[in-house]
């Protein structure tokens, strides 16, 4: 009987999925991370590499590399080259009015992250523009530490898991141990970046365990998603053939389009999550008011 109710409920939280899906046009909302991202993540990368000027141990190039890995190959050479060309007509980092001006820019993608999330739980936003603002320059923040620790960690983890291994003294290749390791941490990043952003972003009231489902299936999703892209552009894609020259620029607005609606879909299963727990905890506080008016 236990069992049969759960998937009763497993169906019933699908076809309510569905339905919010559709009815919060999740896919018209990703188009629109799509583009405001697009125009902010050239700003974003700016901001990163002029505060890792001040890291001795760390190079724009090597920042630049690490993003290979998440990106399509055509999107990776369009954005490591804009951002490169900007570097050297900049001659080097932007200090002052210019760092300020990448951080503020690079802040329109999370603020539309916000918007979005907040639709996604049907709340009407009760954050003035100048608030609003200043949670999208600090998330920015964050997420840029995020890209900076993550950086530091693929870069110096070969050589220290080298040294542990020694200083213990096991014998063994520890690089092959590190390239097992690898993969997890870069979900684990994704997974804590992915929480900070469904947690801090939305102005509803939730417990962590309405946003961890949600954020493990956009953490993994995103990964599948990306992988099947990747496999699609290796394989059957004639993007060249259809769009030409600017087809670098629209693998990149696809790839993000992609990505916001898995993203939406994990704010999606949240907020559902939230609205089913909540509704049904609505008959048991009503019993317990009714009990305490008969006393």
């Not at 991370?33 to 902010?40: N, P, T």
């Not at 890291?55 to 190959?73: C, K, M």
């Not at 962590?208 to 099947?228: C, H, K, N, R």
Request: proline share 4%; net charge positive; with cysteine.
């Amino acid at each position: 009987m236990d069992y049969q109710r759960r998937l009763t409920r497993a169906g019933l939280f699908l076809r309510r999925l569905q339905r919010e899906i559709g009815y919060d046009d999740c896919m018209g909302m990703a188009a629109q991370i799509a583009y405001f991202v697009m125009l902010a993540i050239f700003p974003f990368l700016l901001f990163i590499l002029s505060l890792i000027s001040f890291l001795p141990i760390l190079e724009p190039d090597q920042v630049l590399n690490s993003l290979q890995e998440a990106l399509p190959p055509p999107a990776f050479d369009l954005v490591s080259g804009t951002v490169r060309t900007v570097l050297s007509e900049r001659e080097g980092s932007i200090l002052g009015f210019g760092l300020l001006a990448a951080l503020w820019s690079g802040s329109m993608g999370v603020g539309v992250l916000i918007t979005t999330i907040n639709r996604v739980y049907n709340i009407h936003p009760k954050r003035n523009i100048a608030y609003q603002k200043l949670i999208s320059i600090l998330l920015t923040l964050v997420l840029s530490c995020f890209v900076i620790l993550s950086t530091l960690l693929v870069l110096l983890g070969p050589g220290l898991s080298h040294k542990f291994f020694q200083f213990l003294g096991l014998a063994g290749d520890s690089h092959n141990f590190w390239t097992t390791l690898r993969l997890p941490l870069v979900l684990l990043r994704n997974l804590g970046a992915v929480s900070i952003l469904s947690h801090f972003a939305s102005e509803a009231k939730q417990r962590y365990v309405w946003i961890l489902p949600g954020t493990v299936f956009a953490t993994v999703g995103w990964f599948v998603v990306s992988s099947l892209f990747r496999l699609f552009l290796r394989n059957f894609s004639a993007y060249n053939v259809t769009y030409g020259s600017i087809a670098a620029v629209i693998i990149m607005m696809v790839w993000l389009w992609l990505s916001g609606f898995i993203f939406l879909l994990g704010a999606e299963i949240n907020a559902l999550m939230r609205r089913m727990d909540h509704y049904e905890d609505l008959p048991r506080v009503r019993g317990r008011i009714r009990d305490r008016v008969h006393k």
